[in-house]
RNA sequence: CGGGGUGUAGCGUAGUCCGGUUAUCGCGCCUGGUUUGGGACCAGGAAAUCGUAGGUUCAAAUCCUACCACCCCGACCA
């Protein structure tokens, strides 16, 4: 098999091939829409597995929202249609028909109210609470749907944008206004806490500008990583609706003391762009490199035999490492297949990202012992078969924290405080990453700035760090410094 | 959606300008054998409606038209 081309020669092409070659995804042949293969969809079950637990152990309940929105409910909020109308897909027909060997629409079959693809489900699910509350008592509605959405983009790249992708969506329904921002930010703090304690991947927590926010929101929270090539990529998002959308679709409830009000709402998301994500952080140029939380083979094991006999001596030890690997609840994966070499196999599981590689071959079996090789580090070392109940659910801690404790020194390296408008110029071009600057706080400075640097407002961090300081482009005064980047 | 490029076996390609036998080579795949501690070797074999649909021609991978998909650069965006 070819080698893996590196990041520092074509970055774009290292992320692709890694996707394909791991056996990831792949395109297919809709435009923008990828074919999730198994051990990437494994990945993705893993994420829907535990965020599944993170809702319902904060009350939230899974329910299921039809895929297509009619129009006119589509059209009730204004920001929203603003937002999302240039990327809908849009079912105008319901039937086919043969016409000179061809199969054609069906012109007699045109829909009476065209249906849109959902590009997110708020105008269905707000339309729907219209009947669904009607008292205090009926509040809050804690919800989430696990669904995939359409969404019509022009530049589609596998696992960060695609035309079609699967995420989760969480719609809730409050009396007040503090209860609703109290929902949001728990969940972004929800999503913070898996990003970085399952996937591994430091996130900065902050609020979008106006301008970035999300179409309809009152506030969007949002968590922003930066990759290996210095680039910023938004990995999850959390809005306080205000009430938004419940003015658009005339969502009351009468409160304890009588009176009709307006209710609160909030919605949250992340989607497959984390795995995408997980690649561009923990890769290497050998290939993927997965959090042991998160891979779908934690261990695999490869034995080094010459014959049938000695393949067999082998295989009976092994038997027993599975048994105690899994006892520790340690996924394990035994490839005796003798079509292919160790030295092929090695190279296999490397571009595979599995965390702990064992190596056993005859020499090992007479001195009674393993060979560990780490992923994260490519480190070797020798142990005996007795303690391998024991290093090796060890070892699967020490590489995640690893992991995040490398991710963390090069996103801390990515960061960089800046005053001056050409040093900030100047960073952009040589480093990236993120740029701490000062910033005025009009969106005519952030359009100004993005149009002569494409660099864009990712994000003001949430942790606060009060600062007096003038605006890197304007010079005008400013309270804090916020996060510039250009972003995928 | 604007500018540029690409599409030939699962993947990467030669051939396309200048139409002419059976479409080239490598990897992969299948069979048999020898191998097996960092991507093994030998021998044999299978696999292509040349992106799709029309057209021109005695003849199209090659020329023309339309469409589709992908890649790069912009604009849009999770």
Redesign the pocket.
Known sequence: ????TSRREDY?KWYNEIIIKANLAE?S????CMIIKPYGFAIWEKIQNILNKKFKNTGHDNIYFPLFIPKSLFSKEACHID?FS??CAVVTHYRLKKKDNNIIIDPEAKLEEELIVRPTSETIIWHTYRRWIKSYRDLPILINQWAN?I?W?????LFL???E?LWQEGHTAHTNKKEAVCEAKQMLNIYTNFIENYMAIPVIQGVKTAI?R?AGAEETYCIEAIMQNGKAL?IG?SHFLGQNFSKAFNVKFTNNKGYQEYVWGTSWGI???LIGALIMIHSDD?GLVLPPKLAPIQTVIIP????EEQLKRITKIVSNIKNILKENNISVFYDDR?IY????K???Y??KGVPIRI??????LEKGMV?I?RRDN?N?QFVNYNYIGKIIPELLTIIQKNLFKKALERRNNFITKVDDYNEFKKILNEKGGFILAHWDGTSETEKKIKLDT?TTIRCIPLKKSKEKGKCIYSGKPSNQRVFFAK?Y
């Open positions: 098999m070819a080698q893996l774009s395109t042949n809709v435009r923008g937002g240039q990327e959405i969404r983009e022009m530049h589609t790249r944008r695609t035309s992708c970035e999300f938004q998002t989607s497959t762009r050998k080094i035999f010459k014959n003798n070499t160790p030295g092929w090695f190279n296999e490397e571009l190596n056993i071959g005859i020499k090992d060979e090789v490519l070797k494409k972003a």
